[in-house]
């Protein structure tokens, strides 16, 4: 079986039925290629160039495995002047063709929403990046940082892609242009410039030679320290990186760093892990990059899964962006306060490393700003007051001096500026639970070694808790006192044999 038939990346459908006219006999979780490729030799669906050959670019196209109503093929079909369509017969086969809301599908396949603009915000250069261009094709908008636009090609056109301007240029060359040269000798001359982001369209796209020209000419220049690679080709067609080639030209330059494009956990597939491991083996990093997309990820669930998911192939999630105000992209784009509660449930509840940092890429030129909820709720000349995932609010003294407030009597938040506690601990918490089991547990393990001189004790198996020592264990927390209970009806049962000599 191919990798193709053994990806375990979809959720449970809600009935079987038939895909395209074929009876799914495989249990969900199992995705095959769409019946119009079933029978292609794994040989040919492993080749990007036989991928990129048989890619679907048109509505015509698009018609023969996905429903539309004659109104959505009438907008379709008006939306093919303004952007370009391709979508990687791999790609495609992981869009559930009977889900027009499949998340896989609202990134590839147009929408007649792309037609709307209602609150008139949307823009063709959201982030003037063509403003802070000195040269052709390079931004230079962070003092150590430039942006290299190498091509307008990708090997699929995302739907809500912020550069759609210049990927709707139609046509492409193989030759090093001026232009080219232009933007090599600009980063060659500010040696301010410490880390170059070839981007695109998607760079790996490039014939190889071409290519080349620009990672070797960049990793060159001795003040360049890092050579980013923007690119979407480990998610909308790996098999481009099956090219040894490709991957040797890459690693060579030492200085590369891979910034990939996952959204959505089902485009983390065998095939998807396989590059990502290629790269990292050959010494390149690997940083992902994810946008915040309606009816895609916008959704706690998704997003920890998401994020779970690129740790496991040894990803790091890098940036999370708010979608852009670019043409045709509105209807992916959620509000703010949704991304800030997306953050609120990864921040604590997940490792560190599956956390990216929420940004919005601001609009005149002003660059990535970071949003994240507020963890600091309060502030005095002596301390500041911090909150935890869990709701729990910390006094912290940054600075080792004597305390300059004199007390007074007060509550909440202010109790803690005022230096006569230290915390207010949420109740019932998962930890604090924890907590009380340990203390449980513990207190079983003294009274094991003591003798067996409280015989009420050991016939109930619950050892005694003097008064000035709360359980903290109320009646709504059956489940708590249950497994507490068991932990001493242990220890009282050891002791019992000890005892008795058993």
Same mark, same amino acid.
Request: with cysteine; net charge neutral.
């Given at each position: 079986?191919?990798?193709?038939?053994q990806?375990?990346?979809?959720?449970?459908r809600?009935?079987?039925?038939?895909?395209?006219?074929?009876e799914?006999?495989? #249990?969900?979780g199992?995705p095959?290629?769409?019946?119009?490729?079933?029978?292609v030799p794994?040989e040919?669906?492993? !080749?990007?160039?036989?991928?990129?050959?048989?890619?679907?670019?048109?509505?015509?196209?698009? &018609?023969?495995?996905?429903?539309?109503?004659?109104?959505?093929?009438?907008?379709?079909?008006?939306?093919?002047?303004?952007?370009?369509?391709?979508?990687? #017969?791999?790609?495609?086969?992981?869009?559930?063709?009977?889900?027009?809301?499949?998340?896989?599908?609202?990134?590839?396949?147009?929408?007649p929403?792309?037609?709307?603009?209602p609150?008139?915000?949307?823009l063709?250069?959201?982030?003037?990046?063509?403003? !802070?261009?000195?040269? #052709?094709?390079?931004?230079?908008?962070y003092?150590?940082?430039?942006?290299?636009?190498?091509?307008?090609?990708?090997?699929?056109?995302c &739907?809500f892609c912020?550069?759609?301007?210049?990927?709707?240029?139609?046509?492409?060359?193989?030759?090093?242009?001026?232009?080219?040269e232009?933007?090599i000798?600009?980063i060659r001359e500010?040696?301010?410039?410490?880390d170059?982001?070839?981007?695109?369209?998607?760079?790996?796209?490039?014939?190889?030679p071409?290519?080349r020209?620009?990672?070797?000419?960049?990793?060159? @220049?001795?003040?360049v320290?890092?050579?980013?690679?923007?690119?979407?080709? #480990?998610v909308t067609?790996?098999?481009?990186?099956?090219?040894?080639?490709?991957?040797d030209?890459?690693?060579?330059?030492?200085?590369?760093? @891979?910034q990939?494009?996952?959204n959505?956990?089902?485009?983390?597939?065998?095939?998807?892990?396989?590059?990502?491991?290629?790269?990292?083996?050959?010494?390149m990093p690997?940083n992902?990059?994810?946008?915040?997309?309606k009816?895609?990820?916008?959704?706690?669930?998704t997003?920890?899964?998401?994020?779970r998911?690129?740790l496991r192939?040894?990803?790091?999630?890098?940036?999370?962006?708010?979608?852009?105000p670019?043409?045709g992209?509105?209807?992916?784009? +959620?509000?703010?306060w949704?991304?800030l509660?997306?953050?609120?449930?990864?921040?604590?509840?997940?490792?560190?490393?599956?956390i990216?940092?929420?940004?919005?890429?601001?609009?005149h030129?002003g660059?990535? @700003?970071?949003?994240?909820?507020?963890?600091?709720?309060?502030?005095? !000349?002596?301390?500041?007051?911090? &909150?935890n995932?869990?709701?729990m609010?910390?006094?912290?003294?940054?600075? !080792?001096?004597?305390?300059?407030?004199k007390?007074?009597?007060? &509550?909440?938040?202010?109790?803690?500026?005022?230096?006569t506690?230290?915390?207010l601990?949420?109740?019932n918490?998962?930890?604090?639970?924890r907590r009380?089991l @340990?203390?449980?547990?513990?207190?079983a393990?003294?009274n094991?070694?003591?003798?067996?001189?409280?015989p009420?004790?050991?016939?109930?198996?619950?050892?005694?808790v003097?008064?000035?020592?709360?359980?903290?264990?109320?009646?709504?927390?059956?489940?708590?006192v249950?497994?507490?209970?068991?932990?001493?009806?242990k220890?009282? +049962?050891?002791?019992?044999?000890?005892?008795?000599?058993?």
């Amino acid at each position: 079986m191919s990798e193709s038939d053994q990806r375990a990346a979809l959720p449970p459908r809600a009935s079987q039925g038939h895909v395209l006219g074929v009876e799914e006999e495989e #249990p969900p979780g199992s995705p095959k290629r769409w019946p119009c490729w079933k029978d292609v030799p794994d040989e040919l669906w492993n !080749d990007w160039r036989w991928q990129s050959q048989n890619a679907i670019r048109s509505v015509r196209q698009l &018609r023969r495995f996905l429903s539309f109503t004659d109104e959505e093929i009438s907008a379709l079909e008006a939306l093919e002047t303004e952007y370009k369509l391709a979508i990687p #017969p791999y790609y495609a086969s992981l869009i559930h063709p009977d889900d027009p809301h499949d998340p896989i599908r609202l990134q590839a396949v147009p929408s007649p929403r792309e037609c709307e603009n209602p609150s008139g915000y949307e823009l063709e250069d959201p982030l003037e990046e063509d403003k !802070d261009m000195p040269v #052709p094709g390079l931004t230079h908008r962070y003092p150590d940082r430039a942006l290299v636009v190498t091509t307008h090609v990708c090997t699929m056109y995302c &739907r809500f892609c912020t550069r759609k301007r210049a990927t709707m240029v139609r046509g492409g060359w193989d030759a090093i242009s001026r232009d080219d040269e232009r933007m090599i000798e600009y980063i060659r001359e500010h040696p301010e410039i410490r880390d170059v982001i070839l981007s695109g369209g998607d760079p790996l796209t490039l014939p190889l030679p071409r290519l080349r020209f620009f990672v070797e000419s960049v990793a060159a @220049i001795p003040h360049v320290d890092v050579v980013r690679i923007g690119t979407r080709v #480990p998610v909308t067609l790996p098999m481009r990186l099956y090219d040894q080639e490709l991957v040797d030209l890459l690693a060579s330059a030492e200085k590369v760093w @891979i910034q990939t494009h996952f959204n959505h956990p089902r485009e983390i597939t065998p095939e998807a892990a396989r590059v990502c491991k290629t790269l990292l083996r050959a010494g390149m990093p690997v940083n992902n990059h994810t946008v915040l997309l309606k009816g895609v990820n916008d959704s706690l669930e998704t997003m920890r899964s998401l994020m779970r998911a690129l740790l496991r192939i040894k990803v790091r999630p890098y940036y999370l962006f708010h979608c852009d105000p670019v043409m045709g992209a509105g209807h992916f784009r +959620t509000s703010i306060w949704k991304g800030l509660e997306i953050m609120e449930g990864l921040r604590g509840h997940m490792s560190g490393l599956g956390i990216p940092t929420y940004v919005v890429d601001s609009p005149h030129g002003g660059g990535k @700003i970071p949003l994240m909820p507020n963890y600091l709720v309060s502030a005095s !000349d002596d301390s500041v007051v911090l &909150r935890n995932y869990e709701g729990m609010l910390i006094r912290y003294q940054a600075e !080792d001096k004597p305390a300059t407030i004199k007390p007074t009597a007060t &509550r909440g938040v202010s109790l803690l500026l005022q230096g006569t506690k230290t915390a207010l601990v949420p109740e019932n918490t998962e930890r604090m639970k924890r907590r009380r089991l @340990i203390v449980l547990a513990n207190k079983a393990k003294a009274n094991e070694s003591c003798d067996s001189s409280r015989p009420a004790a050991l016939a109930s198996g619950v050892p005694p808790v003097p008064p000035s020592e709360p359980t903290g264990l109320p009646d709504k927390e059956p489940v708590v006192v249950a497994v507490a209970a068991a932990v001493a009806t242990k220890a009282a +049962t050891r002791r019992r044999k000890k005892v008795s000599g058993g």
